[in-house]
């Protein structure tokens, strides 16, 4: 099962920042944040990963709250494009071949 | 560098029938992943391959099978199709498959199978 919590959805207006959040409060120390999304019928794709630093790079930032219990993801200037299921997902550092639990995600809808 | 691909992209069959998709890793990964998507269950993994080895497999019947070849491609095989195995099969690959940062796993288009 997932160990994550997502919204089902979230709407944002084209230009604005989008805020995912993710609830993974059994999160244990040696776990990393992953984010994904899958835009319709694509394969997912990569985004970002963290295990207690904040993290950015050229899509977006993670935020990891200090206890680690819960994160955000935030598209700085989100996109139609942007439009897409976000999975969060936790995964042991060092897991070898644990596979990738995805949850249900959130559902981002950007809006013009 | 060319991401993951996978082949074909569509593929229509009929109960009773096997399939074999295939899946091309990025160069230089060596860990593939197979992974199930349908609309009531998600996404769920099908099994790992390392080294031409399986390391890890999920909860799927014995008609899922599949192998990897020692330039790291792979190829998963379903038999006696039934009608739920309509999904999209992704498949994605990792560097070594040893765990930690670099282990991130990147996923091709998949293969949307339609079982009639």
């Known amino acids: 099962d997932a160990k994550t919590t997502q919204p089902p959805s979230m709407d944002c207006a084209e230009g604005r920042a989008a805020n995912l959040p993710c609830n993974h409060s059994?999160?244990?120390?040696?776990?990393?944040v992953y984010w994904y999304r899958q835009i319709h019928s694509q394969g997912p794709q990569y985004i970002i990963h963290?295990?207690?630093n904040n993290e950015t790079n050229e899509m977006a930032s993670l935020i990891i709250t200090e206890d680690r219990k819960s994160s955000t993801l935030i598209l700085p200037h989100a996109t139609l494009r942007d439009t897409a299921v976000y999975y969060c997902?936790?995964?042991?550092?060092?897991?070898?071949?644990?596979?990738?639990?995805f949850g249900k995600g959130t559902r981002l809808s950007v809006i013009a | 560098k060319a991401g993951v691909t996978q082949t074909p992209r569509y593929l229509i069959k009929t109960r009773g029938q096997q399939v074999t998709l295939s899946c091309s890793p990025i160069?230089?990964?060596?860990?593939v992943s197979w992974y199930q998507q349908t609309p009531g269950q998600g996404l769920q993994f099908l099994f790992e391959?390392?080294?031409?080895?399986?390391?890890n497999k999920g909860n799927f019947p014995g008609r899922f099978s599949g192998r990897q070849f020692s330039n790291s491609r792979s190829e998963m095989n379903v038999s006696t199709l039934e009608l739920g195995d309509s999904a999209l099969y992704l498949c994605?690959?990792?560097?070594?498959?040893?765990?930690?940062?670099?282990?991130?796993?990147?996923f091709g288009p998949g293969t949307r199978l339609l079982v009639l």
């Open positions: 994605a690959s990792s560097l070594a498959g040893t765990g930690g940062p670099q282990e991130t796993q990147y």
């Open positions: 059994t999160i244990s120390g040696n776990e990393y």
């Open positions: 963290g295990l207690k």
């Open positions: 997902i936790v995964r042991a550092k060092n897991s070898g071949n644990t596979p990738l639990v």
């Open positions: 160069s230089g990964h060596r860990s």
């Open positions: 391959y390392f080294s031409e080895t399986q390391r």
